[in-house]
């Protein structure tokens, strides 16, 4: 069984970045596809941007894409979601998932971290 931790929410202005870490234990995840999606407070949870299993294929919520993007490195089974010129709407928790596939799909998400808080002050 694979175990998501995601880390590196927090307080941050408006403009700045923040950088969030997904840690991946127990069987390796680099063989998965792995997402971001965020829920903000009284919303439904939302695709963010996901990264197939070798690393080299991306994709982004269409409105995020030019502030946003994701990698992972492998070696250390972590992925990572770089978040740009912050702006409160970007205010949420944030959560990997392992995919069974890529592209993501609503039938493909096989397992989700606990969520890490971002809140974005103006």
């Known amino acids: 069984q694979v175990q998501l931790a995601e880390s590196g929410g927090g307080l941050a202005q408006a403009g700045a970045s923040l950088t969030l870490s997904c840690a991946a234990s127990g069987r390796p995840a680099s063989v998965y596809a792995m997402g971001w999606f965020r829920q903000a407070p009284g919303k439904e949870r939302v695709f963010v941007a996901a990264?197939?299993?070798?690393?080299?294929?991306?994709s982004y919520r269409e409105s995020l894409k030019d502030r946003f993007i994701t990698w992972r490195d492998r070696a250390t089974d972590t992925v990572y979601l770089r978040m740009n010129d912050l702006i409160v709407d970007d205010s949420a928790v944030y959560y990997c998932?392992?995919?069974?596939?890529?592209?993501?799909?609503?039938?493909?998400?096989?397992?989700w971290g606990k969520g890490t808080l971002v809140t974005v002050s103006s």
């Open positions: 998932a392992r995919s069974s596939r890529y592209p993501l799909s609503a039938t493909s998400i096989e397992q």
């Open positions: 990264i197939n299993a070798d690393g080299k294929r991306t």
